[in-house]
């Protein structure tokens, strides 16, 4: 018969994301997937930056690159490298000047508005949930360090007075290592045993301000992206 043809091990899998457990061969949605241990993900997403209560600016688009591998059972390891443009602004004492009597005549603004090119290297534990036999759930958690390139200021007074500072740059590159706690919550599902499609909402909370204004920047987005998986074979043959 067909099931004294198989061997024993279809019916018991390792408790992994995309493995499907108790799954019955007759139907028609049943499909032995590829047990994968480590992936490439690709994606862009929309993101909105806060700094205090001071409310939002713009929102920016982020490109990045991940990759991840199994550290044990449904819990991986993720790391992420992205890159944007943030837009935001800051309400009077919130920006910090780069130095005593920045201000002129000592008048701080009323409003800051910045913006910056950044590089955010994330290192976070990524826990997967299985709900469904093709899809499911994921927790992410971890830390982010920024990379800065450069930033530019603009300055908003109660009066418009040519003769109180009106802007500010800088060219220099800074480096904020675990300068914010990532926090996500997402969803995937397979397309295919090599690919899923994935989407996160997170938060990035900041442990300590960016930039020569020590602006403490909270970030809100969502990642959305394409899930290349690799088998343990395909890893080894590299």
């Known amino acids: 018969t067909y099931m004294e043809a198989l061997p024993f091990y279809p019916f018991v899998f390792e408790s992994d994301f995309n493995d499907p457990v108790g799954v019955n061969p007759e139907t028609e949605s049943a499909q032995l997937t590829v047990n994968h241990f480590a992936s490439w993900v690709f994606g862009l997403g929309p993101e909105l930056n806060v700094v205090d209560d001071s409310g939002l600016d713009r929102a920016s688009l982020a490109v990045y690159l991940g990759y991840e591998a199994k550290v044990f059972r449904d819990l991986w390891f993720h790391s992420r490298l992205s890159y944007s443009r943030k837009y935001y602004k800051a309400d009077g004492y919130s920006y910090e000047p780069p130095y005593y009597g920045f201000w002129s005549y000592g008048v701080v603004p009323e409003i800051t508005y910045g913006n910056c090119s950044m590089l955010?290297?994330?290192?976070?534990?990524?826990?997967?949930?299985?709900?469904?036999?093709?899809?499911?759930l994921y927790l992410n958690t971890g830390v982010t360090s920024y990379v800065l390139f450069d930033?530019?200021?603009?300055?908003?007074?109660?009066?418009?007075?040519?003769?109180?500072?009106?802007?500010?740059?800088?060219?220099?590159?800074h480096f904020y290592p675990a300068s914010n706690i990532n926090v996500g919550i997402g969803y995937y599902t397979s397309i295919s045993n090599k690919l899923d499609v994935m989407a996160e909402p997170f938060i990035k909370v900041p442990l300590s301000g960016v930039g020569y204004g020590v602006i403490p920047i909270t970030t809100?987005?969502?990642?959305?992206?394409?899930?290349?998986?690799r088998t343990k074979a395909e890893l080894a043959s590299n």
């Not at 955010?120 to 499911?136: F, I, M, Q, T």
């Not at 809100?220 to 998986?229: C, E, P, T, V, W």
């Open 120 to 136: 955010d290297l994330a290192v976070d534990l990524r826990y997967y949930l299985p709900v469904w036999p093709k899809s499911g």
């Open 151 to 173: 930033e530019s200021y603009e300055f908003i007074y109660e009066t418009n007075d040519p003769n109180l500072r009106q802007s500010w740059s800088d060219n220099d590159t």
């Open 220 to 229: 809100f987005g969502l990642y959305m992206g394409i899930r290349a998986k």
